[in-house]
């Protein structure tokens, strides 16, 4: 009976461990698809997508904006935000700046990878109110491109905008809010190396 019983018992924890093994599996595809979703859900809904600007002309630092004259009758606070999905450190120079309508300004982020692996990432902008998104024109930008970052490695990227005077008069404060998510897949895991027993 005791024999039954421990059979049964092992096919028992056969079947919990490879239960155990398709839920991790599970788990680690959507981390790896995390990134990707998320762009197709904001997209989907009308949040966290690119100004017609940056869809019109990604990467371009030499772009200008239609409408350069500077409307020094108005001022628009615009705040910066920095959101970090894992363990780095992400931060603006700044959290906030006054800005004319049609001045060219520029702004610093600093990014840090405190992990002791190289990693690559990217950030995916969003704009508060909804409204000011195709107003909110970025002319140089590190959310253009991914980045891979060493072990400790840190790096500092400006963001060079203007603001369309075009912007409803009712707005009187822009958030500029970053998410920095790792890009799975794109950087090797670390080979973990066994220490040698010394012979005698």
Known sequence: MNHR???ALLADNRRMVGKLAVVALLMFGFGYALVPMYRAICTALGINVLSVSEK???GNSKATPANTQV???RTVTVEFDANARGPWDFKPAKRYMEVHPGELTTVMYEFKNIQNRTM???AIPSYAPKQATPHFNKLEC???NEYTL???ETRQWPVVFVIDPKLPKDVKTITLSYTFFEVGGKVAAPVKTEAKEPQS
């Open 5 to 7: 019983r421990r059979l």
């Open 56 to 58: 019109a002309i990604p």
């Open 142 to 144: 590190f959310c253009f």
């Open 120 to 122: 690559a990432a990217q």
């Open 150 to 152: 060493k072990p400790g």
């Open 71 to 73: 409307d020094t009758s």
